[in-house]
């Protein structure tokens, strides 16, 4: 079994800036990528950025140039510092974690956390 672990979702103000963390643990044996997608109620989960463990990264378009996307692969770990925080990025965050397809389960999710923009 594979746990991950969100942190550092907050209520900002439009223009400020946000970092969260995301801590695998457990069974994981190996990561092809881990990400971040956002939800926000009455809408599907949308991807906000991906990295793979070799280093690709691919970004929303909606986020590209704000948001950046880091991984600490020694603490199987990812990062997404979110910085130009407007109003439409609030949603709920969820971590993303891909173990390849050699793995099953495949793919697993965190529990997500809540970001709020607002003043």
């Known amino acids: 079994q594979v746990q991950l672990v969100e942190s550092g979702g907050d209520l900002v103000q439009p223009g400020g800036s946000l970092r969260l963390s995301c801590a695998a643990s457990g069974s994981i044996f190996s990561i092809n990528a881990m990400g971040w997608y956002r939800q926000v109620p009455g809408q599907q989960r949308e991807l906000v950025a991906l990295i793979t463990w070799g280093g690709n990264v691919n970004y929303a378009d909606s986020v590209k140039g704000r948001f950046t996307i880091s991984r600490n692969n020694a603490k199987d770990t990812v990062y997404l510092q979110m910085n130009s925080l407007k109003p439409e990025d609030a949603a709920v965050y969820y971590c993303?974690?891909?173990?390849?397809?050699?793995?099953?389960?495949?793919?697993?999710w965190g529990q997500g956390t809540q970001v709020t923009v607002s003043s």
């Open positions: 993303y974690l891909d173990r390849g397809p050699n793995r099953a389960p495949r793919e697993y």
